[in-house]
């Protein structure tokens, strides 16, 4: 009677090597809120708003040019507005093309952006509250001072940074789901 063996471990054909540029990629998956979609349109117009009602009322506010963190307010602003603006465009038009930004060093620039506005915005929006504080609070000039439109003007900076931050997450999110 002969033996016979019976491998347990059956061999495996080796896997085939990729020619070129290597495996394929990995697809990116959308998430509600990440760019090109209407959930980040919709987060950079809230930013877009936010930022130029507090620009607004910033500008309107005669002599606010002679404080410095209202002048670095009013400049985080400027930049968030354009910022907001031109992202919201790339937006509508993934939206009207139906296309969506899968591109990795594409969604790492959205991610650099966002962060550098988001701590711009909220360092703006920190300093200006911070100096209504003082104003208001310690040399208690808050009538000839404006402080309530000082607030205001804090107050949708940082619900411009809440929505910034927030699509800041996201687009991050999207690029680590990627890697």
Not at 59 to 66: C, L, N, P
Request: hydrophobic share 50%; with cysteine.
């Amino acid at each position: 009677m002969e033996a016979t063996s019976h491998p347990a471990v059956h061999p495996v054909a080796v896997p085939p090597q990729f020619q070129g540029a290597g495996p394929p990629a990995i697809q990116m998956k959308d998430f509600p809120g990440s760019p090109g979609t209407a959930g980040g349109l919709a987060l950079r117009f809230t930013q877009f708003g936010f930022s130029l009602i507090s620009l607004c009322i910033m500008v309107s506010i005669a002599g606010f040019s002679s404080v410095t963190a209202f002048c670095f307010l009013v400049a985080t602003m400027v930049f968030q507005c354009i910022w907001s603006l031109c992202l919201g465009a790339l937006d509508i038009y993934a939206l009207l093309t139906q296309r969506s930004f899968r591109n990795p060093l594409i969604v790492s620039l959205f991610v650099v952006g966002d962060w550098v506005t988001s701590t711009m915005t909220f360092a703006g929006a920190c300093a200006a509250a911070g100096i209504t504080v003082l104003i208001d609070n310690d040399l208690e000039q808050c009538g000839p001072n404006h402080c309530g439109r000082f607030e205001a003007a804090a107050a949708m900076a940082f619900m411009s940074w809440t929505a910034t931050t927030l699509s800041f997450c996201l687009s991050f999110w999207l690029l680590a789901s990627c890697r």
